[in-house]
Antibody
Framework: QVQLEQSGPGLVPPSQTLSLTCVISGDIVSSNSAAWTWIRQSPTRGLEWLGRTYLRSKWRSDYAPFVESRISIEADTAKNQFSLHLRSVTPDDTAVYYC???????????WGQGSLVIVSS | DIQMTQSPPSLSASVGDTITITCQAS??????LNWYHQKPGKAPNLLIYDASSLQTGVPSRFIGSGSGTDFVFTITNLQPEDVGTYYCHQFDSLPRTFGGGTVVDI
């Protein structure tokens, strides 16, 4: 059974970087049949796919255009985890953030528990 | 981006009822559609993938159908644990997008 455990600060000051980590058990981040994804949810914007990273001969990342200029998603094979870094945050980035496995680039079948991140001074 | 339009936004039903939710894509997405169920304070849970395939462990009362731009999600014999919000989600193209959700209460 795949489990994803999220961690990271719940409060981030405006203009700083939001960083979250998702530790994987029951699968490996370097799997050739999965991608590792971040999704966020807020009452005003609903569910928003932020991006993913995956290994297919080399590491690849895809990002949503609305955050592409300030996001990075990175895998750490030694720790079997992946991380989200979202730079220059504003209060509009306040949301519950989820990590998820994207099986065969087709479906998010396992999710982390969610992390509420508030952007405020 | 592909826009996903769900309806109705909410519905109320009784135990044992059959309910239907629709999802319309702004362009042809073939069968590249999933359905999720979310309970308050929890992550979404995958129910249906590839428009009509039942995820392992999901009861057969959950049914998905459709292709192209129009999709239907049905719950037969509605149970108390089925309350929550249901979302459609397209994986035809990037960025992945979700419908606005349908709140189901009993």
């Amino acid at each position: 059974q795949v489990q994803l455990e999220q961690s990271g600060p719940g409060l981030v000051p405006p203009s700083q970087t939001l960083s979250l980590t998702c530790v994987i058990s029951g699968d490996i981040v370097s799997s050739n049949s999965a991608a590792w994804t971040w999704i966020r949810q807020s009452p005003t914007r609903g569910l928003e796919w932020l991006g993913r990273t995956y290994l297919r001969s080399k590491w690849r990342s895809d990002y949503a255009p609305f955050v592409e200029s300030r996001i990075s998603i990175e895998a750490d094979t030694a720790k079997n985890q992946f991380s989200l870094h979202l730079r220059s945050v504003t209060p509009d980035d306040t949301a519950v953030y989820y990590c998820a496995r994207d099986k065969r680039l087709r479906r998010h079948d396992f999710w982390g528990q969610g992390s509420l991140v508030i952007v405020s001074s | 981006d592909i826009q996903m339009t769900q309806s109705p936004p909410s519905l109320s039903a009784s135990v044992g009822d059959t309910i239907t939710i629709t999802c319309q894509a702004s362009q042809d997405i073939a069968s590249y559609l999933n359905w999720y169920h979310q309970k308050p304070g929890k992550a979404p849970n995958l129910l249906i993938y590839d428009a009509s395939s039942l995820q392992t462990g999901v009861p057969s009362r959950f049914i998905g159908s459709g292709s192209g731009t129009d999709f239907v999600f049905t719950i037969t014999n509605l149970q108390p644990e089925d309350v929550g919000t249901y979302y459609c989600h397209q994986f035809d193209s990037l960025p992945r997008t979700f419908g606005g959700g349908t709140v189901v209460d009993i």
